[in-house]
């Protein structure tokens, strides 16, 4: 039994006493809580006031709370799954990525006509409300059971030029580089990410515990002087993957000898 005794909501002095014993390690991480009847049996209050505290610490994220098994201590272990984010061309021209062999798509891709908004037009360097084609994926790792959003953003005036784009606007990523090379461009790409909290869709899509953030992926390939022409964009739980870069030296421009 803990006796009780900061200032504050009764519900917030049992978070902060439960807050504590998770820190300290009394609560291992991946490990449950006591019960609602042990909590209210050792901070001694009522369970309104023990639902209220576990729904605080659910909302910092601190445990998970499963349907039907009770409270558990978010795990810190490391994430399940590293995503490694470079690019390579084959000898034949073709585009390969890493971890592109490991991505299953749980539906079948979902193609549709969209516009630019105040983000997307930015990185595409357009204005509003300028046509696109989307293309929509749901992936899954089923390794580790991670699940990502996949996002392709082609313009009209992109897929116009590149008469297969416009036909099958839906292509994979890697197909839609070899299409753009083949027209002449000379790709090069550009890549950020930010971590944001989820949407109620994106939540319940990539089934994500309470107050789990997202990575959201942004990368554009660029072409002919330097022209945005693909926007893609992937989004996955914040508590189930990494992210992984390999980063090579520019190469310095020769400087000129004075005569």
């Not at 997307?120 to 749901?138: I, S, V």
């Not at 959201?216 to 660029?222: G, Q």
């Amino acid at each position: 039994m803990t006796e009780i005794q900061r200032p504050g909501a009764l519900y917030q002095q049992v978070a902060a006493a439960i807050r504590e014993a998770i820190l300290s390690g009394e609560f291992t991480p991946g490990s449950p809580l006591p019960s609602e009847s042990q909590l209210i049996a050792r901070y001694e209050v009522s369970r309104p006031t023990v639902r209220n505290a576990i729904a605080a610490l659910r909302a910092e994220g601190l445990i998970d709370v499963r349907h039907g098994k009770g409270s558990f201590v978010r795990s810190d272990g490391q994430p399940a799954l590293t995503i490694e984010r470079h690019i390579s061309r084959t000898s034949d021209g073709r585009f390969t990525m890493p971890n592109g062999d490991v991505w299953e798509e749980t539906e079948e891709p979902t193609t549709y006509r969209t516009r630019t908004t105040k983000t997307t037009g930015r990185l595409l360097r357009l204005g509003k409300e300028e046509a696109l084609f989307g293309c929509d994926r749901l992936l899954n790792d089923p390794g580790t059971g991670t699940r990502a959003m996949h996002r392709t953003l082609i313009p009209f005036e992109v897929a116009e030029a590149v008469p297969p784009l416009g036909k099958e606007p839906g292509q994979q990523p890697a197909e839609i580089y070899r299409l753009l090379t083949q027209d002449g461009h000379t790709l090069w790409w550009s890549e950020t990410v930010r971590a944001r909290m989820p949407l109620p869709d994106e939540r319940a899509t990539l089934q994500l515990p309470d107050a789990t953030p997202i990575l959201h992926l942004s990368r554009v390939a660029h072409g002919t002087d330097d022209r945005p022409l693909l926007l893609e964009e992937l989004r996955v739980g914040a508590d189930r993957a990494e992210i992984a870069y390999r980063i090579t030296a520019d190469k310095q421009p020769a400087r000129r000898r004075q005569a």
